[in-house]
């Protein structure tokens, strides 16, 4: 297919700034419209998360872009959970057995910054600020966009559209409007919401509590997390139900109320975030939900990528590594050579739509487990038995969440079929006693690895069945 194709990207966050990049690379005529101002001139932190968990999968379209080293540099390695208890104590829970494994917390504005800054070294790429986008006539392929100042209107054509302008996207709800093809759409929201917080560098700019770790306070229905910054400071996310509960964002709403609850649940973040009340009232607290939809293109003119199509919550820290790994499968249907757009998008779809699917659930499993399962002791039983087999057996065995997080060339539906299998098992096996962990480790893991294979034959059977 000819390279002079004109293409269209609405939204230049991180996946729209990524795949500017790699179409720009391969010699499209790309022009990007983002409806907020533009990042590397304008502060627009307020609200969304100022930093985020960047692992294996992002990387790899780091380094299929040729900025890994870069990026290298905005990254601070979390090697582990640190569990804070009621009482302040904490534990610190590898990610992995394996020592070279870890997540890293790295700035979305820094990221998206370079990523921009990437894409616009490319003569055939171009972007432009302040510009929303209304709705997109797919049957034309154009779109109808307002520009921010002016609120003059304008429609511009391409050959190809991509829509990258996440959960909100206005794309999507063109498509689902339309009426004029069967456009399945969900959108199930958490009875829980986020606030953002912090805890701010010390005087002389160091980090107040362990730098290394993403810092979690699990208190069965609720949970604050933490990941640090560059800077010496921490953003802070308290998950909370809006109604449920003794304390929920509904009435959490006098400065006295916000003390106690804190001063009950997280007395040692507490004594961290002297600037804690500010940020309460001054941040807004926002929704969780995921979003699935199909299909994602039309015809072979138009396509929904990224949040767009599948926006998740964000507890197994994969959204962004998700987005990333959208333009690297897309890539690698590039290089198989179809002849057309339509073509194109189907066959990445039919790949992509099952493993976006797959870490939607996850992240929903993974809420669970870190507000609650941490601290349960069978629980933790089970994660210390696969941290040893890691690191004993490092080429033998990886728990869901390393498959899930340092295993890039498994796909996601992949890695939860098989993770959740072993953990069934592993389970099982504790709660029957059918584990002694005074045998030999090598003897361990070889029932796991027999119950795991049972279980996943059950799962094979069932559904030859159904069908």
């Known amino acids: 297919m000819h390279k002079q194709q004109n293409i269209l990207i609405i939204g230049a966050g991180l996946c729209g700034s990524l795949l ?35 692992s294996d999968r992002g990387n790899k379209a780091m380094t299929l ?10 990254c601070i390695p979390m090697n582990g959970r640190m569990l804070h208890d009621l009482e302040g104590n904490t534990t610190l829970a590898p990610y ?53 100042h002016s ?5 511009e054509d391409a050959d190809v559209i991509i829509a990258t302008d996440g959960a909100g996207s206005a ?45 979690i306070w699990g208190r069965d229905s609720f949970m604050l997390i933490a990941l640090p910054n560059l800077d010496g400071s921490f953003t802070v996310t308290l998950f909370l139900s809006f109604d449920e509960g003794e304390y929920n964002f509904n009435n959490l709403t006098s400065k006295e109320r916000v003390l106690e609850f ?27 939900g995921t979003v699935k939809c199909s299909p994602w293109h039309y015809k072979g003119n138009t396509l929904l990528m990224g949040d767009a199509a599948h926006a998740i919550v964000p507890f197994y820290g994969q959204g962004m590594n998700a987005s990333f790994e959208d333009v690297t499968e897309f890539d690698k249907v590039l290089d198989e050579g179809h002849q057309d757009w ?34 349960n002791a069978m629980f933790r039983e089970k994660r210390n038995l696969e941290m040893a087999f890691e690191k004993q057996f490092p080429n033998e065995y990886s728990s869901k969440y390393s498959l899930v997080t340092f295993n890039e060339d498994i796909g996601y539906r992949e890695a939860m079929l098989r993770g959740r299998a072993q953990d069934k098992a592993i389970l099982n096996m504790l709660s029957d006693n059918e584990l002694d962990l005074n045998d030999d480790l090598k003897i361990n893991l070889e029932k ?17 069945l159904k069908h």
Not at 151 to 155: A, I
Not at 364 to 370: C, R
Not at 449 to 462: F, M, P, Q, S
């Open 262 to 288: 804190f001063g009950k649940y997280f007395k040692d973040a507490l004594e961290l975030m002297p600037n804690l009340v500010d940020d309460f009232f001054e941040n807004p607290t926002s929704p969780l």
């Open 171 to 215: 794309m999507r709800k063109s498509y689902f409007l339309s009426k004029k093809f069967l456009f399945s759409f969900s959108q199930d929201w958490l009875t829980h919401g986020y606030k953002e917080l912090s805890i701010l560098p010390s005087e002389n700019g160091g980090y107040k509590t362990y730098k290394n770790a993403l810092h």
């Open 342 to 375: 339509e073509t194109i998008f189907k066959v990445y779809e039919k790949n992509r739509k099952k493993d976006t699917d797959a870490i939607a659930d996850l992240a929903i499993d993974n809420f669970h487990e870190m507000k609650g399962h941490v601290n």
């Open 20 to 54: 500017a990049l790699r179409l720009g690379q391969r010699g499209y005529n790309v022009t990007v419209y983002e409806m907020r101002p533009d990042l590397r001139t304008n502060d627009i932190s307020a609200g969304r998360s100022i930093n985020l968990a960047f």
């Open 448 to 464: 796991v690895k027999a119950a795991t294979e049972a279980i996943l034959d059950e799962d094979r059977v069932a559904k030859n």
């Open 96 to 148: 992995s057995g394996r020592e070279h494994e870890y997540i890293n917390s790295i700035s979305r504005g820094q990221l998206n910054a370079l990523l921009l800054d990437e894409a616009e070294k490319h003569k055939n790429v171009t972007l432009h600020f302040n510009k929303k986008c209304k709705s997109v006539d797919f049957e034309k392929t154009t779109a109808l966009f307002q520009d921010y």
């Open 151 to 155: 609120k003059n209107e304008f429609v």
């Open 65 to 74: 872009v040729g900025i890994e080293d870069k990026v290298k540099e905005l």
